[in-house]
């Protein structure tokens, strides 16, 4: 509920500070590279863990390793798959849809 009045609150001009600092476009960067590792971390998680041989026993130190290293291969095919696809298809869409919806002075 807490995350449905601040955004409610955001689009209708009535987020003060909070829509400030979540409209700053530095974020902007960061939340396509964050949706794209969101898209790749099933396919790093699926070759990673069906490739084991042999039983995998866990502690907790084991645990972290696991995840800090699956977060960082994801991160990074994340980072490759941005710029090769993404990237791109953003400028045709500006080149394509540049125009649209803005007004000329």
Do not use: Q
Not at 5 to 11: E, M, T
Not at 13 to 36: D, E, Q, V
């Amino acid at each position: 509920a807490a995350v449905c009045w601040v955004i409610f609150a955001c689009s209708t001009g009535n987020g003060g500070f909070i829509n400030t600092l979540l409209s700053w476009k530095a974020f902007l960067p960061l939340s396509r590279l964050t949706y794209c590792a969101y898209l790749v971390h099933p396919l790093v998680m699926y070759v990673y863990y069906f490739n084991w041989n042999f039983p995998l026993y866990m502690t907790d130190l084991d645990l972290v390793y696991l995840f800090l290293g699956n977060l960082m291969v994801s991160y990074g095919i994340a980072f490759i798959v941005s710029i090769a696809f993404e990237s791109p298809f953003m400028g045709l869409e500006k080149i394509m849809f540049g125009g649209l919806g803005k007004k000329k002075k």
